[in-house]
């Protein structure tokens, strides 16, 4: 018999598996890899040296810890809860997302593996990842939907200025899930000499979990500065969910306190009817998309559905499995704010508080715009700006000189 | 039925179904049996089919536009069964269009078809308990891909899961056509073996991925079972008419095995 041992059913509690969600579902070629990877982080994970360098980057390099800020006059403006930002914005590259690359990039350095590959939607996991290759002197190859590359031109050039090579990818949807793909196959043909440094808290395990960990310097610094700041723990956390990374990263630590409500934010694009949109709990099922089984957008024959959102970051038809674990036992909820939602929110925050938002946080944001006035002003909302807008800028002076603005 | 290479070496041909359309590929499929093929593996057109190389996504692309559908692929499986009982019959699919129809009522549906043999490209067997259990309760050979990066552990549990074949994928990469055959395809038909031959049921081994011409045919037949070939056809019907296809398919399936038999003799 087997030395593989089978699980008596799929919800069977096993690593990698957040409730029934989760797992990993790849071509045959890529197990051994994931296998190798799973092993070789949980070891870093326990290494202090590790731990050590990462921290040291995180604080010395890519700027953590980040402010909680107060915003003031947006809490003023809209009448009830307090609004704090959590500013990952004003981290190095520019969002988040170099928490996760700054620490996979170690740990591929740590593999030996010479050349690193990854998929971008808005071009910020690809410019931290090529920034976090060219300190490391690593290989960097960067896969980018072809709708994506135009509408995120600037950090298309910043990738190729940073020394990675920016691979189009014309298929499909010419978006983010394109982009995963075309790095899948990359990676199964050259898996032996490369590291696949995915950029969401997505795909065959461990990568959810892993990205999660690297992101949850968030809460966690959330937590002791919210404490600090106000000597209580905020009535909501709010952060906007393509993938999941910032979400996840910024729920963790709260997920224990049940007071406080944990709300992320789907894209919901320009309309209801599939297609239009990325906000997988208002339309998706359960199904396997790139490794992982989690909510989909899909039709009735298990195609994956086009998706709209005017952030490329949200576009994307799944999501998150340990999201989807967290949306079914009802911890977290989802919520979805529209394109002309964002785009409000975003003038919003740059006219009361000076700052320019990425349209994915914006959607937090204009949750927060929505919600706030409905609250008391004893309660505390902090919103996880993940990301600045400076990328966006194209796309928002077209959209708003639409609007008139 | 039992999954059977008569021929040697065996000959395992994939179609993605409906590509140009459903009616072609059975017509396709039947010239492509009479030419000699043991297997049809019917691929399901997928939106997203991340193991494939650009041959396939094309084709996958042209079935979908078409609307062709899970149900169709089980229905001209239905089709192939009554007009060629003999033959071995394959579902190919990815994943999740499998888990939407619901897997016990493709189970079902698919044994009823008359399929032999059902392959998940992105399923493993860890993740393949119910799986596994729904195609035992109707008889349907589960096939898993086996790779050269797969340790000898992996390959022992791919063989005790595996009924009618193992599939051996001959290097690392995605499907697509090649010029030489790498050193990876032989290394692990003979690394699988220990593990078929060692459990007393023989399992057939067949090797795909980039078989292109009847070379690569004669050199899989001297280390494995059969050869499974996928992107030379898919691509020839994408370069025939819907017309000619079949006929196209069946000289080209003749010429992969004539120099074997020249050998044989």
């Known amino acids: 018999m087997a030395s593989i041992i089978l699980p008596a059913s799929p919800s069977e509690s096993r690593p990698g598996r957040f409730g029934i969600y989760g797992g990993r579902y790849v071509p045959e070629t890529l197990v051994a890899a994931l296998t190798e990877l799973e092993r070789e982080y949980e070891i870093a994970k326990a290494d202090a040296a590790f731990q050590a360098e990462l921290n040291a980057l995180l604080t010395d390099y890519a700027g953590r810890p980040t402010p909680l800020y107060f915003a003031q006059r947006l809490t003023e403006s809209l009448g009830g809860a307090k609004i704090y930002l959590k500013r990952e914005d004003l981290l190095h590259t520019g969002a988040h997302k170099i928490n996760n690359s700054l620490g996979q990039g170690l740990l591929a350095r740590r593999m030996g593996k010479k050349r690193v590959i990854a998929e971008t939607g808005a071009g910020q996991h690809g410019v931290a990842t090529a920034s976090a290759c060219a300190l490391l002197g690593l290989d960097c190859v960067i896969y980018m939907g072809d709708v994506d590359m135009e509408r995120q031109e600037l950090n298309v050039m910043r990738m190729r200025l940073?020394?990675?090579?920016?691979?189009?990818?014309s298929s499909g949807s010419k978006t983010l899930k394109d982009a995963i793909s075309e790095a899948m196959r990359d990676w199964v043909t050259n898996v032996r000499t490369t590291y696949y440094l995915l950029g969401s808290a997505l795909g065959a395990h461990p990568y959810p979990t892993m990205v999660r960990d690297f992101h949850r310097v968030i809460s966690k610094e959330m937590k002791r500065q919210i404490l600090e700041k106000e000597g209580r723990l905020p009535s909501a956390v709010i952060a906007c969910v393509g993938g999941g990374s910032n979400a996840i990263g910024a729920f963790y630590e709260f997920i224990p306190d049940r007071q406080v409500r944990l709300i992320g934010v789907e894209a919901g694009g320009r309309g209801t009817v599939l297609g239009e949109h990325a906000a997988r709990f208002q339309g998706g099922a359960p199904g396997v998309l790139q490794g992982t089984y989690s909510y989909v957008l899909q039709d009735e024959d298990g195609q994956?559905?086009?998706?709209?959102?005017?952030?490329?970051?949200?576009?994307?038809?799944?999501?998150?499995?340990?999201?989807?674990?967290?949306?079914?036992?009802?911890?977290?909820?989802?919520?979805?704010?529209?394109?002309?939602?964002?785009?409000?929110?975003?003038?919003?925050?740059?006219?009361?508080?000076?700052i320019l938002p990425a349209l994915e946080s914006a959607h937090a944001v204009a949750e927060a715009i929505r919600v706030a006035p409905t609250l008391p002003a004893r309660d505390i909302l902090v919103v996880n700006l993940s990301g600045r807008g400076d990328k966006d800028m194209g796309i928002l002076a077209r959209e708003l000189k639409l609007q008139g603005i | 039925m039992p999954i059977r290479f008569d021929h040697k070496p065996g000959l395992v041909v994939y179609l993605t179904a409906g590509d140009p359309s459903l009616e072609a590929t059975r017509e396709i499929a039947l010239a492509a049996v009479d030419a000699g093929a043991d297997v049809i593996e019917l691929g399901v057109p997928f939106s997203d089919p991340l193991a494939d190389g650009p041959i396939i996504q094309r084709a996958s692309e042209r079935a979908l536009a078409r609307g062709t559908r899970l149900k169709d692929v089980l229905a001209l499986a239905r089709d192939l069964r009554a007009a060629r009982p003999a033959a071995g019959l394959v579902m190919f699919s990815y994943l999740n269009p499998i888990l939407r129809y619901g897997l016990g009522r493709f189970a079902d549906d698919a044994a009823s078809a008359g399929a032999d043999g059902v392959l998940a490209t992105d399923l493993i067997v860890e993740e393949a308990a119910e799986y596994l259990a729904e195609m035992n309760r109707v008889h349907l050979a589960p096939i898993f891909l086996a790779a050269p990066t797969s340790p000898d552990e992996r390959l022992q549990a791919i063989a005790a899961h595996s009924k009618g074949f193992v599939y051996a994928i001959s290097r690392t990469g995605i499907t697509g056509k090649q010029q030489n055959l790498t050193a990876d395809a032989a290394a692990l038909a003979a690394r699988i073996r220990r593990w078929t031959r060692s459990d007393g049921k023989g399992l057939p081994v067949a090797v795909g991925f980039g078989i292109s011409n009847a070379d690569h045919v004669a050199?899989?037949?001297?280390?494995?079972?059969?050869?499974?070939?996928?992107?030379?056809?898919?691509?020839?019907?994408?370069?025939?008419?819907?017309?000619?296809?079949?006929?196209?398919?069946?000289?080209f399936i003749k010429g992969l095995r004539a120099p074997a038999s020249a050998l044989a003799r």
């Open chain 1, 162 to 169: 940073l020394g990675a090579e920016v691979r189009g990818v």
């Open chain 1, 304 to 354: 994956i559905a086009l998706t709209h959102s005017v952030s490329a970051g949200l576009d994307y038809a799944s999501i998150g499995p340990e999201h989807a674990m967290l949306h079914d036992t009802g911890r977290a909820e989802y919520v979805s704010q529209d394109d002309a939602a964002a785009l409000d929110a975003v003038v919003k925050l740059a006219r009361t508080e000076g």
């Open chain 2, 219 to 251: 050199q899989v037949a001297e280390f494995a079972d059969a050869a499974v070939v996928g992107s030379s056809i898919v691509e020839l019907i994408e370069r025939s008419t819907p017309e000619t296809a079949a006929g196209a398919v069946a000289r």
